[in-house]
C-alpha cells in the first residue's frame, strides 16, 4: 500500500470522494496480536549474520514509539536496516484501516541525543522489494546522517503510526559491515545572514516544501531549484520531514543560486499534528510526542530560542477518526500542548486550491474542480485563534515532495499556491520579522495565475497594510485588486462576511469604511479581504486590526 504522506496532496483530499473504502476492512473481531516486546543480547558484527527481530502491533499499540536495542561490535563503518509487515488474518485492510509502521534510527549516544535518520514508512521496505536503507560516515540514505559509526548501544525505531483492527506482524532486518569509507564530508550550511536582493519589494515563496530527503525519488537540488524558479518563488522554505541533514549540505546550492533566498527547515512529524520549523536548530531533532516526556510545546520553545518560526501545518486535515489511519497525525490535536502566542503562522492552505479528479488520473465523480476541503476549517480556526487575542500569520503551503510532469507541475508543485511578502530586502532576517508581523497574503493559485493584492487602512496620520493595527475605533480601508476583474472582492470582521463587490476593472479600487465591533478580542477588531472566483478563493489576505485606546481617544478622521 502506497503511504498516505507520498501521495500528492491532491490526491489525499480526493480520497474524500471515496467515502465507500470507509465501509472496508471494519468490524474485524479477530483477537488483537501481543503488544511489541523489545528483544535483547543482539550484536551486530561486521561481516556476521544479519540481525533479524519480529513481533506484532496491536490496535492499541497505534501511535507509540517502539525501540529495538542492538549493539554495534568495533570495526563496523556501516549499518543497514530493512523492515516490513504485513496485516494479521481478517478482512482485507484499506487506505482507511490498514496497518503503518515508520523506521528511525538511534546511535550510541542514547534514544535522545542520539538522532541519526527517519524515513517514515517510505523506504527499506522488505515487503515491497526496497533496498535497506544506510548509515556509513560519509554517506547515508535519504533522510538520514552520515557520520562516525561507533561501536556501542544502537536503537532501530518502530513508529507505530496505525495499525489495521486485526494487528499486524513486523520483521526487522540489520547488517553491519566494515568496508572502507572515503571519510565524513565538511558540513556546508547556508548562510543565514546572506541578502539575496537588497531591493524592498513583494517577495513569493512557499512555506511548506519537501525535496532531496523526503522521499527516494525526491528531485536534485537542481532539480528542485528548477521548479521552484518555474513556479516564480524567491524564498524557498525547505522543510523536510523529521531530518536536518540538508542544514549542513545547502550552502554550495545557495551560493550557485544567490538571488534566491534559501530558508532550511523541518516538518515535525508527530501523530497528533504537525508542524514546521522554519531555520536550522541544531541538535534539535526531537518529533516524538507522547514519547517519555517529549511534548511539542517543548520542541516550540526550544526551536522558537533557536531563531526559527514554529508553524502549524495543515491544521484540519483528514479529521480522525476516520481518516487517523489514512493520514497519520496530518488532524493537529495538540492545541492544549503549544504555546498560541509562540505560533507564527499557520496553513490555511495546503497544495492546489482546486481538486481535480483528473490530476490523480482516477475515475472520481467531480466534472469539475471544487475548491480544497479543508481550506474553509483552517481558516475558521486561525479566525478563531485571532478572536482569542494570538497574532498568527495565516501562509500557504504545497507541501509537494517535486513533480516530473510539466502538465501538472502549476498545479500541484512547488508555488501552487504562494505567500506573497512584502519585505525590506530578500533577507531571512526581513522575512521572518514580516511573516510575525502579519505583511503577507496568499495568492491561492501560484504567482502566475492569482490576482494582487494592495491594501491600506488610514485613520488621521495613521497608515497601515496587511497585519498593522490602528488605534482607533474606524478607519477607511483602500484595496486595490491587480488581475482579478470579473471575480469577487470580499470584506470580512472577526470571522464574518461582511460585504462583496464585484471587480469590474483591471485595477480595480475599492474604499470602505470600517469600524470597531462589540465582539471585538484582545488584538482588536480584525478586518481583511479576500479575491474569489466562481470555483474558489484566489487571494486570502492577513487583517489589519482596530483597537481603539483605552482612554477613548483617537486621532482626528
Not at 7 to 16: E, T, Y
Not at 376 to 389: H, R, V
Given at each position: 500500500?502506497?503511504?498516505?504522506?507520498?501521495?500528492?496532496?491532491?490526491?489525499?483530499?480526493?480520497?474524500?470522494?471515496?467515502?465507500?473504502?470507509?465501509?472496508?476492512?471494519?468490524?474485524?473481531?479477530?483477537?488483537?496480536?501481543?503488544?511489541?516486546?523489545?528483544?535483547?543480547?543482539?550484536?551486530?558484527?561486521?561481516?556476521?549474520?544479519?540481525?533479524?527481530?519480529?513481533?506484532?502491533?496491536?490496535?492499541?499499540?497505534?501511535?507509540?514509539?517502539?525501540?529495538?536495542?542492538?549493539?554495534?561490535?568495533?570495526?563496523?563503518?556501516?549499518?543497514?536496516?530493512?523492515?516490513?509487515?504485513?496485516?494479521?488474518?481478517?478482512?482485507?485492510?484499506?487506505?482507511?484501516?490498514?496497518t503503518t509502521l515508520d523506521l528511525g534510527l538511534y546511535d550510541q549516544r542514547g534514544i535522545r541525543d542520539g538522532f541519526r535518520g527517519w524515513s517514515g514508512s517510505r523506504q527499506g521496505r522488505l515487503d515491497q522489494g526496497q533496498p535497506p536503507v544506510f548509515i556509513q560516515a560519509d554517506a547515508a540514505e535519504r533522510g538520514y546522517m552520515p557520520g562516525a559509526i561507533e561501536s556501542g548501544l544502537w536503537h532501530a525505531e518502530l513508529g507505530v503510526a496505525a495499525v489495521s483492527p486485526q494487528g499486524a506482524e513486523w520483521r526487522l532486518e540489520i547488517r553491519c559491515s566494515g568496508e572502507a569509507t572515503a571519510g565524513s564530508a565538511a558540513p556546508d550550511p547556508v548562510n543565514a545572514t546572506h541578502i539575496a536582493r537588497g531591493e524592498p519589494g513583494w517577495y513569493h515563496g512557499d512555506l511548506h516544501m519537501h525535496a532531496f530527503h523526503s522521499q527516494p525519488n525526491g528531485p536534485s537540488w537542481e532539480d528542485f531549484i528548477a521548479q521552484s524558479r518555474a513556479a516564480g518563488l524567491d524564498f524557498l522554505m525547505v522543510t523536510e520531514y523529521v531530518t536536518g541533514q540538508h542544514w549542513k549540505t545547502l550552502g554550495s546550492v545557495a551560493r550557485a543560486h544567490p538571488d534566491l533566498l534559501i530558508v532550511p527547515g523541518r516538518e515535525i512529524i508527530t501523530y497528533f499534528g504537525h508542524a514546521n520549523t522554519h531555520g536550522e536548530t541544531p541538535g534539535l531533532y526531537e518529533y516524538r510526542q507522547g514519547f517519555e516526556d517529549v511534548s511539542l510545546g517543548d520542541i516550540q520553545k526550544k526551536a522558537r530560542a533557536m531563531g526559527a518560526l514554529f508553524q502549524i501545518s495543515h491544521p484540519t486535515f483528514f479529521p480522525p477518526p476516520l481518516f487517523e489511519n489514512l493520514c497519520r497525525g496530518c488532524f493537529f490535536q495538540l492545541g492544549d500542548e503549544i504555546d498560541w502566542d509562540a505560533v507564527d503562522t499557520i496553513e490555511v492552505l495546503t497544495g492546489p486550491v482546486i481538486t481535480q479528479a483528473e490530476d490523480a488520473?482516477?475515475?472520481?465523480?467531480?466534472?469539475?474542480?471544487?475548491?480544497?476541503?479543508?481550506?474553509?476549517?483552517?481558516?475558521?480556526?486561525?479566525?478563531?485563534?485571532?478572536?482569542?487575542?494570538?497574532?498568527?500569520?495565516?501562509?500557504?503551503?504545497?507541501?509537494?515532495?517535486?513533480?516530473?510532469?510539466?502538465?501538472?507541475?502549476?498545479?500541484?508543485?512547488?508555488?501552487?499556491?504562494?505567500?506573497?511578502?512584502?519585505?525590506?530586502?530578500?533577507?531571512?532576517?526581513?522575512?521572518?520579522?514580516?511573516?510575525?508581523?502579519?505583511?503577507?497574503?496568499?495568492r491561492t493559485r501560484g504567482v502566475d495565475d492569482s490576482p494582487e493584492l494592495r491594501m491600506t487602512a488610514t485613520a488621521g496620520n495613521q497608515s497601515v497594510t496587511f497585519g498593522g493595527t490602528l488605534a482607533t475605533a474606524i478607519a477607511t480601508l483602500r484595496t486595490e485588486v491587480l488581475g482579478g476583474e470579473g471575480q469577487q472582492l470580499r470584506y470580512y470582521a472577526n470571522g464574518r462576511r461582511m460585504r462583496s463587490v464585484a471587480v469590474n476593472s483591471d485595477p480595480f479600487v475599492h474604499e470602505i469604511t470600517i469600524n470597531d465591533l462589540a465582539d471585538a478580542g484582545p488584538l482588536g477588531t480584525f478586518w481583511r479581504v479576500e479575491t474569489a472566483d466562481l470555483r474558489a478563493r484566489t487571494t486570502i489576505g492577513n487583517p489589519v486590526f482596530l483597537k481603539p485606546r483605552a482612554d477613548g481617544t483617537n486621532p482626528p478622521q
Open positions: 500500500m502506497t503511504p498516505f504522506h507520498a501521495l500528492p496532496v491532491h490526491l489525499r483530499a480526493l480520497v474524500l470522494t471515496l467515502p465507500s473504502l470507509a465501509l472496508l476492512g471494519c468490524g474485524s473481531s479477530a483477537p488483537a496480536p501481543t503488544p511489541f516486546e523489545p528483544q535483547t543480547d543482539a550484536v551486530c558484527v561486521p561481516g556476521g549474520d544479519t540481525l533479524a527481530f519480529t513481533g506484532t502491533v496491536a490496535r492499541s499499540d497505534a501511535k507509540q514509539y517502539r525501540l529495538q536495542p542492538f549493539d554495534v561490535a568495533p570495526g563496523t563503518t556501516r549499518i543497514e536496516l530493512a523492515y516490513g509487515w504485513q496485516e494479521s488474518a481478517g478482512l482485507p485492510a484499506t487506505p482507511l484501516t490498514g488520473g482516477l475515475p472520481l465523480p467531480l466534472p469539475v474542480g471544487i475548491e480544497n476541503p479543508f481550506m474553509q476549517s483552517a481558516i475558521d480556526l486561525w479566525e478563531e485563534k485571532l478572536l482569542a487575542g494570538h497574532r498568527i500569520t495565516a501562509v500557504s503551503g504545497s507541501d509537494s515532495k517535486g513533480v516530473e510532469a510539466e502538465a501538472v507541475r502549476d498545479r500541484v508543485g512547488y508555488g501552487s499556491s504562494a505567500t506573497a511578502v512584502q519585505l525590506d530586502a530578500l533577507s531571512r532576517d526581513a522575512l521572518f520579522a514580516a511573516l510575525r508581523a502579519g505583511r503577507a497574503y496568499i
